[in-house]
C-alpha cells in the first residue's frame, strides 16, 4: 500500500515537472497582410529576428476572409467543418458558441498541458465584447472588427474604451499589454508555460498609422505586380470580366492605399522587436517559439480589382508565415505547402497535447526532424532551401462561400446543360453525391438517394415532406407573416388587459378606492391653469398644480398616486420601440452616390472624408466594385517536386486552371490545355476534399484507377470538345464597369 502511494506521488511529481518544462508560445497575427505585394520587404527587425528561425515560402489560408479564416486557425477545422462561412453568418453565431468556440488550442493548452494563456487584439468580426470566450486567463478583445483609435475593447469582463491619443494606438497597446503578459507570467506562475497571442489590426482599415511613422514610403510601387491592372480578363471569373482596367484615378488609389498599409506595419515591426527583447531580457528565448503569421492576404490593382480579399489568387491566398524556437531549423526556408489549419495542431503539439480528431490539421513540427540533415537541403539566395518530405501532403483546400437554396438552383440548371448528353441512370449518380442528398431525412431535406431492390440508386421524397413544403409557398409565407403581426398585437393586448384586470382586483385598489372617490369629488371643483402643460396633454402633473385665480381649490399629488400603471403608458412603451427600430434602420449606411449601385455585385464609394489621419486621399470620389454574390468558389491548390497548379470550379459552373511552373502570375487561364480525364480527375479530388474531416484532410491519396472516356464524358472525341464549351471560359469579352 505504501509502495503504491510513494510511486503514485513520484509519477505526479515527474508530470509536473515535464508540464512545467513545456515550451512558451507567443503567436503574432496580422490583418490583411500580403505575401505578394512586398509588404515584409519594409519590416527589416522582423526578417531579422525570424532569419534565426524558417520561413515557409507555400503557407496558404484555406479561406481569403477575416472571420472563416480566423476561426480555422483557432480551431484546426475547415470552413466546411466549423459553419463560419463568411464575415456575417455565424461569426461568433449560436453555434459556434456553443460548439466550436469550446474546442480551441486554447481550451486544449489550458486544461491539459496547464498553459496560461492570453488573447490581445482583434478577435472575430461580429464579437460584441459581451462574453470572455473560453479556455483564455486574460483575454482583451476589440469589439467587432479592426480599429486602431476610439474602440472598446473586453478586458476580462468590463468593456474599456480608448479615445484618440497617441498613447490609444491599438497596436501600441496590443505591445505593451502583451509584453506585461509575459513578464506576469515568468515571475508568478512557477515556471508555469505560457501562451501569448497578440492579434494586431494592420494593415486592415482604416489603415490609421502611429503619428511617428505617417512621413514613410511616399513612393513605394512595390504592389504593381505583373498581374496589376492587367485587364480585360474575359478568361477568368465572372466579376473578373466585369472589371475592367482602372482609371488614372484609381491607379493614384493603389498607390496611397499600399502607403498607408506599409506605415501601420511598422508598428507592428517595432512589436516585434520589444517582445523579442522581452523575452531576451527574461533569459526565456530558448524555451520559447515565436511564430508570425496574417490571417489572409490582399490585393491592390491586381486584375483591375482596385482594393480587397476573398479572390482564389496567390495574393489573396498566401501568407507570411515565420517561426522560430527550439529544434527549429535557422535560416531555412521549407517550400512543403502548410494552411493555416495547421496552426492549432502544431501548438498542441509544442504543448505535449495529441491532436483532436476533430482538427483537418497537421502539426508542422514533423518536418523539423527531416531537416536536421545537411543532406536534406541546399543553398539557396545565402539560405537554407529545405526539400520536401516524403509523406507529406501536397494538396489544400481553398473555399469560400457556401451553397445556399439559390445557388443550388443556379448549380442545377448549369448541371443540366453539362449532364445532356448522359443517360438516367448515370445524371442520378451525380445527382446522389450531392451533400443534400445523403443522410436521414431532416424538417430541412425534402428528398434523399437510396438504393431499391435491384441495387441501384433513386431518389425518393422524404415521408410526410408535402405538409412541410407547403409551408414554404410564397403564399404561405405571406399569410404567416400577416398573422405573425396580427398576434403580436393580440398578445399585447391581452397582456395589458390581465395586467389592469389583476391590478384593478388587489386590495391595495379596493383599500384605496374611497380616497380615489374623494380625489375625483375634488377635481372636480379644481382647474388646471397651467396651459403649457394642457397643451401637451400631460395626464399626470410632475408634483403640483399652481392657480393663480382666486376661489380656485388647488391639490397637489406624486407619481406614486395612483397603484395601477395607465394603459396609456404601457402602449407608449410599445411605440418607443418602434421609433427606436425606425432611428437604427435610418442610421444604417447608405448609398452615397446613386451611381455606385449595380445589382449582384458589393461595390464601393470612397471619398476625401474616408480617412481621419494622414497622410489623406485630397483627389475626386471613386466607385469601385470588389465582389460579387456568384464569386463562391472549391480550390485544389498543389505543390510538389513535378506540379505547382491551382484548379478551381465557381458556383456558376465556371473553371479555372493555373500552372505556376508556366504562369507564375495566374494571367492567363489554361483550362482548355486539360485533357477531358485528366479534368475529370481533379473534379473528382475535389469533391473529395470538400467533404473531408480529420486526417482524410492531409493524409495523401491512393492512386487513382484510371477513367474512361465513356465515364468522363460519355461520348466521341469530338462531342467530348463540344460538351466541355460548356464549361470552358468564353471567348467573348464580357461587359466591364467603366
Not at 445556399?404 to 448515370?426: C, F, I, M, P
Request: net charge positive.
Amino acid at each position: 500500500m505504501m509502495f503504491g502511494i510513494i510511486a503514485y506521488v513520484v509519477i505526479f511529481l515527474l508530470l509536473q515537472q515535464v508540464l512545467a518544462n513545456r515550451p512558451n508560445i507567443v503567436l503574432i497575427v496580422t490583418d490583411d497582410q500580403d505575401a505578394e505585394l512586398g509588404s515584409m520587404k519594409t519590416m527589416h527587425r522582423t526578417r531579422q529576428i525570424m532569419k534565426e528561425g524558417s520561413e515557409f515560402s507555400h503557407a496558404y489560408v484555406s479561406t481569403p476572409m477575416c472571420c472563416p479564416s480566423r476561426s480555422s486557425f483557432l480551431t484546426g477545422m475547415y470552413v466546411h467543418n466549423h459553419n463560419v462561412y463568411t464575415n456575417n453568418d455565424n461569426c461568433t453565431g449560436t453555434e459556434w458558441r456553443q460548439i466550436h468556440e469550446k474546442k480551441t488550442f486554447a481550451t486544449y493548452l489550458q486544461d491539459v498541458a496547464n498553459y496560461r494563456t492570453s488573447y490581445i487584439g482583434k478577435y472575430l468580426n461580429k464579437y460584441l465584447g459581451n462574453y470572455t470566450p473560453p479556455g483564455w486567463d486574460n483575454w482583451m478583445g476589440l469589439y467587432k472588427n479592426s480599429k486602431f483609435y476610439n474602440y472598446k475593447v473586453r478586458r476580462n469582463g468590463s468593456l474599456v474604451h480608448y479615445g484618440s491619443e497617441e498613447s490609444d494606438y491599438f497596436t501600441d497597446v496590443i505591445k505593451r499589454e502583451t509584453i506585461s503578459f509575459i513578464k506576469d507570467s515568468v515571475r508568478n506562475s512557477n515556471k508555469q508555460p505560457f501562451l501569448a497571442v497578440a492579434a494586431v489590426p494592420a494593415p486592415h482599415g482604416p489603415e490609421d498609422a502611429a503619428e511617428r511613422h505617417r512621413h514613410m514610403f511616399a513612393n513605394n510601387t512595390d504592389h504593381h505586380t505583373a498581374a496589376w491592372n492587367y485587364a480585360p480578363n474575359p478568361d477568368k471569373q465572372w466579376i473578373l470580366q466585369y472589371v475592367g482596367k482602372m482609371k488614372p484615378i484609381q491607379k493614384s488609389f493603389t498607390n496611397t492605399l499600399q502607403r498607408k498599409r506599409l506605415q501601420t506595419l511598422q508598428s507592428v515591426d517595432e512589436l516585434v522587436k520589444e517582445i523579442y527583447d522581452t523575452l531576451v531580457q527574461l533569459n526565456i528565448l530558448d524555451e520559447t517559439y515565436i511564430i508570425y503569421t496574417s490571417d489572409h492576404g490582399y490585393h491592390l490593382g491586381q486584375f483591375g480589382l482596385l482594393k480587397g480579399k476573398a479572390m482564389p489568387y496567390e495574393f489573396d491566398i498566401r501568407v507570411p508565415f515565420y517561426i522560430r524556437g527550439p529544434g527549429v531549423p535557422t535560416n531555412s526556408i521549407f517550400e512543403d505547402i502548410i494552411v493555416n489549419e495547421d496552426i492549432a495542431p502544431t501548438l498542441l503539439d509544442i504543448g505535449g497535447v495529441e491532436t483532436p480528431s476533430g482538427m483537418d490539421g497537421r502539426s508542422i513540427l514533423h518536418l523539423f526532424a527531416k531537416a536536421k540533415a545537411k543532406a536534406n537541403y541546399i543553398k539557396k539566395d545565402g539560405r537554407n532551401a529545405v526539400k520536401r518530405k516524403n509523406g507529406w501532403r501536397h494538396t489544400i483546400l481553398i473555399e469560400r462561400g457556401k451553397l445556399t437554396d439559390k445557388n443550388r438552383g443556379l448549380r442545377d440548371k448549369l448541371e443540366a446543360k453539362k449532364n445532356l448528353y448522359l443517360s438516367k441512370k448515370e445524371r442520378k449518380k451525380v445527382v446522389c453525391k450531392r451533400l443534400e442528398y445523403n443522410g436521414p431525412c431532416t424538417t430541412n431535406r425534402g428528398f434523399r438517394c437510396v438504393k431499391d431492390q435491384f441495387g441501384e440508386l433513386t431518389v425518393e421524397r422524404c415521408p410526410n415532406f408535402s405538409e412541410i413544403s407547403n409551408c414554404l409557398l410564397r403564399k404561405c409565407k405571406k399569410h404567416k407573416l400577416i398573422n405573425k403581426r396580427l398576434l403580436r398585437i393580440i398578445r399585447t393586448n391581452v397582456r395589458d388587459f390581465k395586467r389592469i384586470v389583476n391590478e384593478t382586483n388587489s386590495q391595495a385598489f379596493k383599500e384605496n378606492q374611497e380616497k380615489f372617490q374623494k380625489k375625483l369629488m375634488a377635481m372636480a371643483k379644481t382647474c388646471n391653469c397651467n396651459r403649457k402643460r394642457r397643451k401637451t396633454r400631460s395626464i399626470r402633473p410632475k408634483r403640483r398644480i399652481e392657480c393663480d385665480e382666486k376661489g380656485m381649490k388647488c391639490f397637489e399629488h406624486d407619481r406614486e398616486h395612483w397603484k395601477t400603471e395607465p394603459l396609456w403608458k404601457i402602449r407608449t412603451r410599445r411605440s418607443s420601440r418602434i421609433r427606436q427600430h425606425r432611428k437604427r434602420k435610418r442610421k444604417l449606411p447608405r448609398r452615397q452616390h446613386p451611381s455606385c449601385t449595380v445589382t449582384g455585385v458589393e461595390c464601393h464609394y470612397m471619398d476625401n472624408k474616408h480617412w481621419t489621419t494622414a497622410p489623406f486621399w485630397n483627389l475626386d470620389p471613386i466607385c469601385f466594385c470588389s465582389n460579387a454574390n456568384n464569386n463562391t468558389y472549391w480550390c485544389l491548390r498543389t505543390v510538389n517536386d513535378t506540379h505547382n497548379f491551382l484548379f478551381c470550379e465557381f458556383i456558376t459552373g465556371f473553371y479555372s486552371y493555373y500552372d505556376f511552373q508556366k504562369d507564375p502570375h495566374q494571367l492567363v487561364n489554361a483550362i482548355r490545355n486539360l485533357t477531358p480525364s485528366r479534368l475529370q480527375q481533379l473534379i473528382e479530388s475535389l469533391e473529395s476534399l470538400k467533404a473531408c474531416r480529420g486526417v482524410e484532410c492531409w493524409r495523401r491519396e491512393r492512386r487513382r484507377k484510371k477513367i474512361s472516356m465513356k465515364r468522363v464524358l460519355n461520348g466521341r472525341r469530338l462531342t467530348n470538345y463540344h460538351r466541355l464549351d460548356s464549361i470552358l471560359p468564353s471567348r467573348r469579352r464580357s461587359s466591364r464597369l467603366t
